[in-house]
Each structure stands twice: as structure tokens, then as C-alpha cells.
């Protein structure tokens, strides 16, 4: 059985799951919206450089229309639109319940999966995903949190929520459309990835935000370095797997062992945050655990 698009996908929720912090401690120095729009630039630029260094050129020119096309909308709604709804959602209901929205991604993407392109899921599958997804929303609801949220910010941080996993949904979705055949992941990242920047950028400029975040970042030069390893371990690998996952994969099932990062930070958060938890959070993980392996196993 090939496999390469599961473990693709489960090296995509590791890479993930360690950019999480190291783009938490980032935040916390410059804020969110500042870290979204540098952790992009960087990515392009590692990306350009890869591409360089791999074939020659710094961007997949002769790639066709099409793939240039399929790409470039998924980087607009995947990366842009729909991590800047995750960071807007972070901001208004935390990072637990913004984690838990996203956890509905799998299931949007394996929805418009279906409805537009024809790709169908066994029963097995379709077991192993709400196993999984099970799993994780019990790590989630059941990890200690000091947040406390405004009814009000509360309503809209869950529509940005939801925005942001149909973001994440299409925009895999529609990768899967470019990344046909045997194309680089790393082409199709940094089509992707180039998308994300101009348009992200764009409303920097528009927003008149460009010289502050330039400031900031300058006079947080520790923060620069943070960011400098997290796009290379989120936006450069983990993304650049997750294209991977959704070449060989379906979407519902490469899209649910992306979601695991909440499960992937437990131990992250125990020895770097010194965070405890219950035996709860154990059986959640547990349980999603069982669903990754039953994905494996069909």
C-alpha cells in the first residue's frame, strides 16, 4: 500500500506543530498580524532560492496556465485569506477554540472534494476521520486555558473561525488541482506561496501597515530570527509537504492527519510552556491516535 501521501501529511501537522510556538513566542514580541505578514516573505524568499538551487530557476515559468492558475487561487484563499481569518480568529477566541474551528476543515475540504471534483472516501476512511477529528477536538476542549472572551468578540472569532477552515479546505482543494502528475511541491509552493505575499502584502500597503511592521521588526531583532526558522519549518516544509500529502492522498484523509497539530503540541507545550494535563486530554489523544492508525490500516 502507498502510504507516502499519509506520512506526508502527518510530517506536515509535526512541521506545524513546532511553528506554532516558535511563531507564539514570535507574536508575542511583534503581535500576530506582524508575524503573518514576515513569516511570507521569508517563505518566498527560501523558496526562491530552493527552486533556484533544484531547477535552475527561481520560478516554475513553463508550468503551464493551468497549474499556475489552480496554485496561485489556492495561495490567495489557503494562505492569505485564510490564515489571516485564523489569526483574526486567534485573536478574538484563543488559540483553543481557534483550533478546534479548524478542526472542520477536513470535513469542508472532503465535502467540496466530493461535490466538485468526484473524490469519494471508503467507509474505513470515513471512520478513520471522525476518529481522528473526534480526537482532537477532545484534546482541544479539554486542554487548560486562562482565555477569556468577550460574548460578542466570541461570535465573530467563531465566523472568522469558520472562514478560516473553508479557507484552509479550499485551498487545498484547489492544490490538489495544480499538483497533478509528478509536479514539485516545492514549484507548486513557491506559486502558492508568491500569491500569498502579493495579495497579503497588498493590503499591507493599503492599510498603510508597511512601516510600522518594517519598524517592528527592527527594533525586535530577536523576534526576526524566531520568524527566519519558523517559515522555513512551517511555510517552506510544512507546507511544501502538505502538497505532497494532497498529490497522493485524498483530500478528507490528507487534510485529517493535517489537523493533529493540537495533538502534536501536547508535548511541545509540557516541556517548553511547563503546561499539565488531565486524563482527558490523554484519552483524546488516545482516541485520534486510533484514527491515524486506522487511516493507515485501510
Known sequence: MNTIG???ALLTSFFFSITAVIFTLASRQVGSMITNRVRLIIALLYLLLINLVLFGQPLPIGAGFDRWFWLTLSGIIGLALGDMFLFAAY???????GMLMMSLAPVIGAIVAWVFFGETLGVGQIAGIALTLAGIAWVVVTRPTDETVHPRASRLGILFGLLAATGQALGLVLSKQGMSGDFSPFAGNVIRMLAA???LWGM???????????????LHPSALKLLAAGALIGPVLGVTASLLAVQHAPIGV?????????VFLLPLSYFIFKERFGWQTVIGTSVAIAGVALL???
Open 6 to 8: 499519509e506520512i506526508a
Open 91 to 97: 485573536e478574538r477566541i484563543g488559540a483553543r477554540m
Open 197 to 199: 505575499t502579493i495579495v
Open 204 to 218: 499591507t500597503f493599503m492599510q498603510r501597515q508597511a512601516g510600522p511592521t518594517i519598524q517592528a521588526v527592527r
Open 254 to 262: 490528507a487534510s485529517t492527519l493535517m489537523a493533529l497539530p493540537p
Open 296 to 298: 493507515f490500516l485501510v
